[in-house]
């Protein structure tokens, strides 16, 4: 049976109502503690009502590792405790502090990066992101943001909005004119959504063609991720499905041309070589230096 908040959340996670890799991960997280602080069911009924909970989360974000990864882990102590949910909730607990201590340590590193008059430009909406931007002018800096819109859901109008609300110098750009601004911008912040082994990345789509431009105009490409991103099934990744959106995201169906095809991916891959650094919770790396890191984690 599916828990009712899991339904909610899985909801909000397909309607992109919960968006961002980092709030993907720490909702589901929830739905899952508040699944096992409820439930009646002990041992193999739990075990496999948690995993159907969990899958049910799993397959709204087919290219989510921080997703999978989370829920992976949480999965794995419901197996070490089946007779004990006290306990479950214990490690769930500790995860979540471990998770939200690394996300501000990712973007309080990030925050030390922007000086006064800096420009930086950001596509879609990272909560890492968002919240270096917020540390940042916390301490006094005087910055500028540029955000894109990130059609066809325009993610960026929440990370305009937020920042603005905030107080901090903020000016939303369309997609299509990145390169009309980039020339003086500083950085380019983005979050990841995956992290493969070789400092490759798949983002929100558009993420790449603004790298391109942003080397072009020698604009640092710095990626803002936690090491949750990591994608376990690396050599399958490069050949998974990147998750293709509804048609009426872009344009309705009762409004356009009967035989007309939308293709409307939610992601695109960004190669290594267009990513200055990465600023994760177990420090910063460059793509190269990420990659031995990776390979390192994954034999643990």
């Known amino acids: 049976m599916i828990y009712e908040n899991v339904k909610n959340v899985a909801k909000g996670i397909k309607e992109i109502k919960i ?41 709204q974000r087919p290219n989510e590792p921080k997703l999978r990864n989370s829920l992976n882990y949480i999965f ?18 500790k995860y979540q502090e471990k998770t939200e201590i690394g996300n501000e340590k990712v973007s309080e590193m990030a925050s030390q990066m922007i000086t006064d008059g800096s420009k930086i430009l950001t ?29 066809p859901r325009y993610q960026g109008r929440i990370t305009a909005k937020n920042l603005s609300d ?9 997609d299509a004119s990145v390169t009309h601004y980039l020339k003086g911008i500083d950085y380019f912040f983005t979050g990841a959504d995956v992290i493969f082994s070789d400092g490759t990345i798949m983002n929100k789509l558009g993420t790449h063609a603004i790298s391109i431009a942003a080397k072009e105009f020698k604009t640092e490409h710095i990626v803002l991720t936690t090491t949750h991103c990591v994608e376990a099934n690396d050599l399958l990744s490069f050949v998974q499905e990147i998750e293709e959106r509804s048609e009426d995201e872009v344009w309705e169906k009762e409004n356009r041309p009967v035989n007309l095809k939308i293709k409307n991916p939610a992601f695109d891959i960004v190669p290594n070589d267009l990513i200055g650094k990465f600023i994760t919770e177990e420090g910063v790396f460059s793509p190269e230096t990420l990659s031995f890191w990776v390979n390192q984690f994954q034999r643990k």
Do not use: W
């Not at 905030?166 to 369309?174: D, E, F, L, S, W």
């Open 19 to 59: 968006q961002g890799a980092s709030n993907i991960e720490l909702e589901a997280i929830k739905a899952i503690k508040e699944y096992i602080y409820e439930t009646k069911k002990l041992g193999e009924e739990l075990i496999e009502e948690t995993k159907e909970n969990i899958n049910h989360l799993v397959v």
């Open 76 to 93: 794995q102590e419901v197996k070490k405790h089946p007779h004990n949910t006290e306990e479950i909730e214990k490690e769930i607990e």
């Open 123 to 151: 596509h879609c909406h990272s909560t890492l992101v968002e919240n270096a931007f917020k540390k940042a002018y916390d301490k006094g800096i005087d910055f500028q943001v540029f955000c894109t819109e990130t059609r």
């Open 166 to 174: 905030y107080g901090i110098k903020t000016t939303m750009v369309t």
